[in-house]
């Protein structure tokens, strides 16, 4: 199945109620899919909306009804969604955004990219909130993060981001899916705006707190949610790191191509390892901070200016080197280029 | 707990000596909370609260109803309303709605927007709702100014008219003209009742409620997208008393902006 397919049948699979979206490359296959087959398997409503902005409104109305919700874009859809995507994280509403990463900046490129990292992982729209954020770096995981993606995202009331790129959304692979799961997940929802009823008082979904001192215990509480979330919902990936002397890393595509780098490279006789985030955010800063002092180094491998590469040298704080090889504009490096660089850089010190 | 009888305001009111049930003829509707409300004295706002919580009432629908707050001076309206509300983002509450009545298709949805958020910066918004034929009530209080940023120009600011930032009367010519979004939605298929109404006399009060009143019973047909304009008033940033406000609404906007059904449903025009 082509990645955004899995993407899209998983999201049935998951119990999803609605989803709402506007078509961009190179994710529309998302939409074109749950339009021909979500409504008649599972009564999930399917609405293409006049624009970003609307769909992630409409996003925001379906989860504060207690739906499980959805979206998708890629990147300028998604700068649009952003303001939408501020006030679901404010008002605390659980739902599934998907960004399927094209080159940027602007209307940029509908080649593959990576080039929306700090946007998804700092905080793209305004005020302080956090997304937590998913990169699947096969189709498989294009499916199984749908399920993990709304399961975490009803567990704190949070909207989650699936970071794709558009290389994952457009390949083939195989792909074992999920058993249907029941529409709108299992967790109750008893704050939801579903009608006032006499056994209980209205329900008001808002992110407006007029009194500073109100609207600062809500971002303390808000922050007091991203660090539990930080202290439980870690995930990664590590490759042959036991006796490793050096560390690549990236994530997503950049994560598939530094695995060809790390096994190529071992046949030349060089000890490399992998680290693959697969939660961005909570960013798994403690497998970097482990491995710090038993490594000579890290080349961090992503397909954009270096965004990720500064969360690596955070969590490493100085005890270890770390670079970064990047291409842009749509340019997906190979094994060979980053092998050469690691060569270069840390090999011949250059 | 204190174990004394509780007595409900509508009792007290009716033990009062110049009280008898019999001539009781206005009170507040239980679907309206008691928190005061943050409207300058005499605005429209507060009327037009009543009357929706009123009809809820009235009709025992408060378990079936939904609203969607604005962004503007209504932005607090859930404050207000004794039912489940959304606050949307500015210009963004048909969106919401959309959202809202998709999901949960056997409710009452309404939205509750200013000028500013429904016919400026959610044009777009509105109208693809209203033409898509949401099965949802839209209130658009329209008084031609921006109340809540201190009376900026709005798109209904009528041609001439002094705002903070059209501190010499509006020029259409740099401006452009007033919008009238709601006859524009009314030339849309998607929408069922499109009328506009007013609250600056008790005449007009009554009407409004009736239209209020036969939106709801329309979305529980599931007839499609109501749209109801009150012309209203803005005393404060008019700079005008209460009285000359609804002066203002009679001489002046009611004849721009003419009261009346825009969009009749074709078995209620037979």
Known sequence: MKGNEALAEAAIRAGCDAYFGYPITPQSEVLEYLSREAYNRTGMVVLQAESEVASINMIYGAAGAGKRAMTSSSSPGISLMQEGISYIAAAELPCLIVNVNRGGPGLGTIQPSQGDYFQATKGGGHGDYKLIVLAPSSVQEMADFVRLGFDLADKYRNPVMILADG???????????????????????????????????????????????????????????????EEKEVRYESYMIDDAEYILTGYGLGARICKKVVEI?????????????????????????????????????????????????????GKVRVEFYGRMGGIIPTPEEVLEHFEKTFLKGE | MDETIVKTEEQEFLEEDICVAENLVYRKPKTLTDTDLHYCPGCGHGIVHRLLMEVIEEMDIQDKV?????????????????????????????????????????????????????????????????NR???ILIVFINNAVYGMTSGQMAPTTLPGMKTT??????????????????????QLPGTYYVTRQAVNNAGNVRKAKKAIQKAFQYLQQKKGTCFIEIVSNCPSNWKMTPVESNKFVEEVMLPFYPLGDLKVPKEVQK
């Open chain 1, 167 to 229: 290389a994952i959304g457009q390949m083939m692979e195989k792909v074992e899916l999920f058993e249907q799961q029941p529409k709108g997940g299992t967790i109750p929802k008893p704050w939801a705006t579903t009608g006032k009823t006499k056994d209980r008082e209205r329900n008001i979904i808002t992110s407006l707190h007029i009194d500073p001192k109100i609207m600062e215990q809500i971002n303390l509480r808000l922050q007091a949610k991203y660090r539990e979330i």
């Open chain 1, 265 to 317: 490279g071992r046949e030349k006789g060089y000890k490399l390892g992998l680290i693959r985030p697969i939660t961005l955010f909570p960013f798994p800063k403690k497998a970097y901070a482990d491995l710090a002092t038993k490594i000579k180094g890290i080349l961090d491998v992503e397909m954009n200016s270096g965004q990720m590469v500064e969360d690596v040298r955070l969590s490493v704080e």
């Open chain 2, 66 to 130: 939904i609203g969607v707050a604005p962004v503007g001076c209504a932005v607090f309206a859930y404050n207000y309303m004794d039912i489940d509300m959304q606050e949307a983002a500015h210009g963004r509450a048909t969106a919401v709605a959309t959202g809202i009545i998709r999901v949960l298709p056997d409710k009452l949805v309404f939205t509750y927007q200013g000028d500013g958020d429904l016919a400026a910066i959610g044009t777009a918004e509105t109208i693809h709702t209203c």
């Open chain 2, 133 to 135: 034929g949401e099965n």
């Open chain 2, 165 to 186: 930032t059209t501190p010499f009367g509006r020029d259409v010519k740099i401006t452009g003209y007033p919008l009238k979004i709601t006859d524009l939605v009314a």
